[in-house]
């Protein structure tokens, strides 16, 4: 027997006080309706309604039954109401993790676009350079730029973050002319820190890759301070096209070796679910793929380099400027 359905089946005939109707309501033969409720009484070991040929009533130990049933029947259709709205609109929290600058300058903007579009959301945005577990840490969504290592949650590759070699007019006027990535060998570079600072920076032209080993005196983890350092004259930097873009005073910077495309990096989103993602995580995830194309180039022609802006890797936090 169909336990609910002899519970609706019950609660229907003690309304209505009719096995005909509560049958035609629920789409069913008045036979099998009165075998559902006899099956519900066989299972309770009482009777709940007192059957004659002219009418339908409920006994004391059914009207106690029916005003119990009621409540939780009516509380199992709220549920079953609110579960059905949260499929039809994005609705509740999303945890997305995101390398400080990126997050900063670019996912920021998208998530508030999002809220506008989706009130009923809510996101928790955890920009941090450290690589996160996304199972452990309750995360939903990552973004992350450059090479990830084999995981347990699928990916997908948005594009390629472009990086641009650049400096100020003034560092270029005091060290001369570069044409070429070998006169990089003896330049200042301002590096992110991985690998000590020191680093192969490759560039490529007319489908010619050259690479060369760059150092310089400064190193640090962000890429807004290596912009600051290279903006106030101190040395040569590769940053990302979407930074560049965003920051007015960055166009103080002039692009050296312009003929030369520099290395860029692969996007990723990596998501906590594999199967029967919330509308919520579809629809982010969609919105941000959208909005980030506008900061990407689909190919990269110098892949691998130097790790782009707030790279995350498997085994630690190597990013690039």
Known sequence: MDTLQAYRAFLRVAETTSFSRTAEELRLQQ??????????????????????????????????????????????????????????????????????????????????????????????????????NLAGDGVDIAVRVGRIADSDHPSRMLGHVEQRLVASRAYL??????????????????????????????????????????????????????MARCMAGFGLTLLPGWLLASDPAAKRLVRAMPDWAGPAMPLHVLCADRNHRPLKIQAFLGFLEERLKAHLVAAAPVRGGPPAADQLTSNQTTSGP
């Open 31 to 132: 036979s099998h309706v009165s075998r559902l409720v006899a099956g519900l009484e066989a299972q309770l070991g009482v009777q709940l309604l007192r059957r004659t040929t002219r009418s339908v009533t409920v006994t004391e130990e059914g009207e106690r039954f029916r005003l119990r049933l009621a409540a939780i029947l009516g509380a199992l259709d709220e549920c079953e109401t609110e579960i059905r709205n949260r499929r039809a609109e994005p609705v509740g929290l999303i945890r997305v993790a995101c390398p400080t600058t990126l997050g900063r300058v670019v996912i920021a903007p998208i998530v508030h676009a999002f809220l506008e579009r989706y009130p009923k959301t809510r996101v928790e945005l955890l920009m941090n350079n450290n690589l996160v």
């Open 173 to 226: 006027d005091r060290v001369g002319p570069i044409a070429e990535p070998l006169d990089l060998a003896d330049k200042n570079c301002l590096c992110f820190a991985s690998n000590g600072g020191v680093q192969v920076w490759r560039f490529a032209r007319d489908g010619v890759i050259r690479s060369v080993s760059v150092q310089g005196d400064f190193i640090a983890n962000d890429a807004e301070t290596l």
